[in-house]
T-cell receptor, first 113, second 111 residues
């Protein structure tokens, strides 16, 4: 157990729907990062939050959004889902804004049918 | 834009042999990471390399960094079956947390 908790582990939904993925960072970590892993795109950085504020943005689609709450957990919202959004979504956390160590969660496998 | 290239993408080795995985990146960086991923599992941090000439070793794996050449290597010594996994390098550019991953090297160690 890495200490980073992601729920749910698996999610199957239909095209056009909206889902929310949840991440609880390791105790004491203030930064949360979201990554998408798919067969065709590989591992892609989506977005980072530090202590409730957005700090860095990667290849995140406009249909996707995220936030980090006062208790430091984060949610990634995916809307108007398409088949191509099927992927493994990872959350990682680190103690500070720009840190040398990241801890990854076990991921949420999203299947859009 | 930062690009990270790994090679080879697929590697099949015999147990007991040595091999090297290469990671090239296109822009200056102060952090380079190596991760291991087993099928369907999360990413496990192996090494963090922070400076030119850095070398780190853990068991049969050794990673090095040449920032001038923008090249990192992951050397496998006397491979064993347990090392079968996908290995990723990842690079974070200066002043940016947009960490970019290589495509990964799928390593299979055969008896």
């Amino acid at each position: 157990d890495s200490g980073v908790t992601q729920t749910p582990k698996h999610l199957i939904t239909a095209t056009g729907q909206r889902v929310t993925l949840r991440c609880s960072p390791r105790s004491g970590d203030l930064s949360v990062y979201w990554y998408q892993q798919s067969l065709d795109q590989g591992l892609q950085f989506l977005i980072q939050y530090y202590n409730g504020e957005e700090r860095a943005k990667g290849n995140i689609l406009e249909r996707f959004s995220a936030q980090q709450f006062p208790d430091l957990h984060s949610e990634l919202n995916l809307s108007s889902l398409e088949l191509g959004d099927s992927a493994l979504y990872f959350c990682a956390s680190s103690p500070t804004d720009r840190h040398y160590g990241y801890t990854f969660g076990s991921g949420t496998r999203l299947t859009v049918v | 834009e930062l690009k990270v290239e790994q090679n080879p993408l697929f590697l099949s080795m015999q147990e007991g042999k040595n091999y090297t995985i290469y990671c090239n990146y296109s822009t200056t960086s102060d952090r380079l990471y190596w991760y291991r991923q087993d099928p369907g599992k999360s990413l496990e941090s192996l090494f963090v390399l922070l400076s030119n000439g850095a070398v780190k070793q853990e068991g049969r794996l050794m990673a090095s960094l040449d920032t001038k050449a923008r090249l990192s290597t992951l050397h496998i010594t006397a491979a064993v079956h347990d090392l079968s996994a996908t290995y990723f390098c990842a690079v974070a550019p200066y002043n940016n947390n947009d960490m970019r991953f290589g495509a990964g090297t799928r390593l299979t160690v055969k008896p």
